[in-house]
């Protein structure tokens, strides 16, 4: 996978001038492969496995470029990715970070979905509030200036996951934020992932009330309060499903507190089958 990936840069119509990858541990001989395949065309750096987001802080500090860009060992970028991305950087000079679409496909190269930035951020320029309400964010699609990075900083090494989700949600609060709407990257989904880690909801949970309590005066009140009642919402599901039930029921009440509206209201309701709201009323009040 990560060769695959490596060579999608190679492939690029404006060439790359700088490949750094990050060994975070592997154990597999990958290190002794890259050399012998790549030789002086990538840097490769070794560190004791310490997560991604202390890989990707690792790349970004040695980083010299103009704009940065990130990929993942299992994704890759289409061959016309970082032309388009930086001749837009280059249009906007107040815009800090630019995505693209990205087609998100199976272990055996079939497509599930087109992963489309549009439907997140419909205008380009400050994006704060359409972050918050959908901070999805896939690395891959990523290209910033390095006043970014410098503004923001790097990941949030203390967060297994939704390591992603904050880097966005602060970058958005700094910084304009485009969108190249074309698929210029393909992110092989369904197979073992972190997400997968119970830590999930945990973490998601983390960086959204961090985000949603410094957003309080910058955006509209009940924007974020939606924002913070649909990250209760969609978690309350997600522990429900990994059967973790005390810790969806306290994602459930902290959602209804909020007052959420209806089509939050009829999922929350969702999370007791067989059930009437009467139920869910005495549950959140209790």
């Avoid at 560190?47 to 010299?64: E, I, P, W």
């Avoid at 087109?114 to 891959?140: K, M, S, W």
């Avoid at 974020?224 to 978690?235: D, H, I, P, S």
């Avoid at 973790?244 to 959602?255: F, I």
Wanted: proline share 6%; hydrophobic share 40%.
């Amino acid at each position: 996978m990560v060769a695959r990936a490596i060579d999608s840069v190679l492939a690029q119509t404006r060439p790359v001038e700088e490949i750094i990858v990050v060994d975070d541990g592997s154990c597999d001989g990958t290190g002794e492969y890259l050399a012998h395949r790549y030789g002086e065309r990538i840097t490769c750096v070794r560190q004791d496995n310490a997560g991604v987001s202390a890989a990707r802080n690792r790349g970004l500090v040695m980083a010299r470029g103009r704009y940065l860009a990130l990929l993942d060992s299992d994704d890759e970028w289409l061959p016309e990715k970082n032309a388009r991305q930086v001749r837009y950087l280059e249009d906007n000079p107040a815009i800090g970070m630019v995505l693209c679409n990205v087609l998100r496909v199976k272990p055996d190269g079939s497509l599930i979905d087109v992963f489309d930035r549009r439907e997140q951020i419909p205008v380009d320029g400050p994006a704060l509030g359409p972050v918050l309400c959908d901070p999805a964010l896939a690395p891959l699609s990523i290209l910033m200036r390095r006043e970014v990075y410098a503004d923001v900083g790097g990941f949030d090494e203390t967060l297994r996951t939704a390591e992603d989700l904050d880097f966005h949600l602060r970058v958005a609060a700094q910084w304009p934020i485009g969108v190249v709407a074309e698929p210029l990257a393909r992110a092989l989904r369904g197979h073992d992932g972190l997400s997968s880690l119970d830590s999930t909801e945990d973490d998601y949970i983390r960086v959204m009330e961090r985000a949603a309590e410094a957003a309080i005066g910058r955006v509209p009140e009940a924007l974020r309060k939606r924002a913070l009642a649909t990250a209760y919402v969609k978690n309350a599901e997600g522990c429900i499903w990994r059967r973790r039930y005390r810790d969806g029921w306290r994602l459930a009440r902290k959602a209804w507190a909020l007052g959420p509206p209806a089509p939050l209201r009829r999922r929350l309701l969702g999370l007791v089958p067989g059930a009437g709201k009467r139920m869910v009323r005495s549950l959140v009040s209790a």
